[in-house]
């Protein structure tokens, strides 16, 4: 368990691990991506109840 630990130290070392400013950018990048999405589905959703209400 030791050994185990040991190696995933020294993994942790070899990362490299992005800047503030890139990860900043990246988490932006999600939460835009993420928005977009529901925005999309939700105008899809509504778009697919309005037909099914139409035959109804």
């Keep these: 368990m030791f050994k185990f630990l040991a190696s995933v130290r020294d993994e942790m ?3 490299t691990w992005p ?3 890139q ?3 990246d988490v932006s990048t999600v939460i835009q991506t993420t928005i ?3 925005i999309f589905f939700a105008v899809v959703d509504l ?3 309005a037909i ?3 035959f109804v």
């Design 36 to 38: 977009l999405f529901a």
């Design 19 to 21: 800047t503030g400013k």
């Design 47 to 49: 778009g697919i109840k």
């Design 23 to 25: 990860l900043r950018k």
């Design 52 to 54: 099914i209400n139409l």
């Design 13 to 15: 070392k070899v990362v």
